[in-house]
């Protein structure tokens, strides 16, 4: 912390001042305290020593360094979310802010976390966590959701200067160029870090058209994996809208992120190559598909074209069958329409010649064939009755084959 961020004592004036109360004197020490801006957000390394949890709930401790101390305070509200509680003489890393306690005359830290430092109290934190965790589900692996094959656009959450970000990109240059990269920048180490990680996954749900995301740190020192292992982060890990793929352990690390994470790998480049799809076993596998296409289609053409040959066979020999069906079915009826048509007119002949008969019979002609005359007046008036004519009259007389004119001399009537 620079010297720069305290202000500066005041100059001390010789003169006499009014006396001040104890009272007044706190506030006035407490107000110049708290005034400082970074005393209100600190984080101290120290060793851990006198720690007491009360039965209220909050936890006492001091924090010892090379020449000083500094006693601390941890309420209860904080101290529930700690799982696995340090020892004395653990180093550890307390953050929260400093304040003065009136009532004791002194000053303290007011913690918020506390961070174990040390191999062993890191290493019992992070067991407690994990079991935590794991008893909730967080790192059932049915939750794993797939990595998508072939994203359009991928987040990187680190460091916009660390070596991870150019990894990356250079993976995904020589592996698939065409795909859009967002890049969240979050610091990826150190007390900061777990809270800069949460915002950048946070503002993924957010974010539209996003594939995949990326949680990346470059090397260095196993206790740099410490945000990795941080509560929130895990939780900031399964509640992210997409799937989250790990590259900040090395070889044989690994860390809470990792067991929470769809995908886990060891560095940077790693987590580059599983997400981003290599273009030349795209093109292969392109090529591949076209021909099987390719190959399936004329398979199936040549298939369709024998099911239409054997179809068109099919018809044709239906149709055949048919025509034949029917040129039997038209000469039958052929056979019948001509012997109904025979019986017609013969049974028309026979009622023709009945009534010619008849007709015959009736006819004047038939009268006139066996000597008979028909006597007519010049007008064509049939003459029934001597009473019709006397003598003088001119008549016709038709006879068969012709006709006569004729004189009346004389009319005789018979009486009968």
Not at 105 to 115: H, M, P
Not at 157 to 179: C, H, K, W
Request: proline share 6%.
């Amino acid at each position: 912390m620079s010297r720069a961020a305290f202000p500066l004592p005041p100059i001390i004036d010789p003169s006499p001042r009014k006396p001040q109360t104890v009272d007044e004197l706190s506030l006035l020490i407490k107000t110049a305290i708290t005034g400082v801006p970074a005393l209100r957000n600190v984080a101290v390394h120290g060793e851990l020593q006198n720690f007491k949890r009360h039965s209220s709930g909050h936890v006492y401790f001091t924090l010892l360094g090379r020449e000083s101390r500094i006693s601390a305070v941890l309420f209860r509200s904080n101290a529930e979310s700690v799982l696995s509680w340090p020892e004395d003489g653990d180093e550890v890393m307390v953050t929260g802010s400093v304040d003065v306690y009136t009532k004791g005359g002194s000053y303290q830290l007011y913690a918020t976390r506390i961070l174990p430092l040390g191999t062993g109290a890191k290493s019992r934190a992070k067991e407690a966590l994990r079991a935590a965790l794991e008893g909730e589900g967080l790192f059932d692996a049915r939750h794993k959701r797939p990595l998508p094959k072939y994203p359009s656009r991928v987040a990187v959450v680190t460091s916009p200067t660390g070596a991870a970000l150019q990894d990356i990109l250079e993976v995904s240059m020589n592996r698939s160029p065409f795909i859009d990269i967002v890049i969240l920048p979050a610091i990826v180490q150190g007390v900061e870090a777990p809270g800069q990680i949460v915002l950048a996954l946070s503002a993924l749900s957010r974010m539209k058209d996003v594939d995949c995301a990326i949680l990346a740190r470059g090397g260095g020192a196993r206790d740099d994996l410490s945000p990795f292992d941080d509560e929130r982060v895990v939780r900031a890990i399964r509640s992210c809208p997409i799937p989250v793929v790990t590259g900040v352990g090395h070889q044989t690390d690994s860390s809470l992120a990792d067991l929470a994470a769809d995908a886990a790998l060891p560095t940077p480049s790693a987590a580059a190559e599983r997400v981003f799809p290599d273009r030349e076993e795209m093109r292969a596998l392109l090529s591949h598909s076209l021909n099987a296409v390719s190959t399936g289609a004329l398979r199936a053409r040549e298939r369709l074209a024998a099911k239409t040959e054997r179809f068109y066979d099919r018809l044709t020999g239906r149709i055949a069958a048919t025509l034949r069906e029917l040129e039997t079915a038209v000469g039958h009826a052929e056979k019948r329409t001509v012997s109904g048509i025979r019986r017609v007119i013969e049974k028309n002949e026979a009622i023709i010649a009945s009534s010619s008969a008849a007709l015959d019979a009736l006819s004047p002609l038939s009268t006139l064939g066996r000597g008979y005359a028909i006597c007519r007046t010049p007008e064509g008036t049939v003459i029934r009755s001597t009473a019709e004519i006397q003598t003088g009259d001119k008549i016709h007389i038709l006879f068969k084959d012709g006709f006569a004119e004729a004189d009346i001399t004389s009319v005789v009537t018979v009486q009968r």
